[in-house]
């Protein structure tokens, strides 16, 4: 119920501003009451990748450290052709085998995703 009242009022919002206008970053709730920019936050992904996934990825830092052979470095993830936030966001969402599944909420993924794509090197 509570996402249908946010989906309304999102709805009756959007139609309430004129195409001139600048709109803000879309708001997807995280918990129920809650509405947070879908745009992530880097550092608060840094410290989601320290936290939870530096033991079997290297994460930009500290550049020596070592990791699985056939695991990919986050600059490597940024760095696929066509990468986006949206798409590590989007790929975040469900676990992929051998990856376990951490529970991450959806600030997380998208902090974690804004994190890795600080990293991208080519264009």
Not at 78 to 93: I, Y
Request: glycine share 4%; charged share 20%; proline share 12%.
């Amino acid at each position: 119920m509570a996402a249908l009242a946010c989906a309304a009022v999102l709805f009756i919002a959007a139609a309430s501003v004129s195409a001139q206008e600048p709109v803000a970053p879309p708001l997807i709730p995280d918990e129920p009451g809650k509405t947070e920019p879908k745009v992530g936050e880097p550092q608060g992904g840094l410290k989601v990748a320290r936290t939870l996934c530096a033991s079997c990825h290297l994460i930009g830092e500290p550049p020596n450290s070592t990791t699985p052979a056939d695991v990919p470095s986050f600059v490597g993830i940024a760095n696929r052709p066509n990468q986006s936030s949206e798409k590590l966001s989007n790929w975040l969402v469900e676990p992929h085998v051998p990856m376990p599944n951490l529970h991450l909420t959806r600030k997380e993924i998208r902090d974690l995703a804004a994190y890795i794509m600080t990293l991208r090197t080519s264009k």
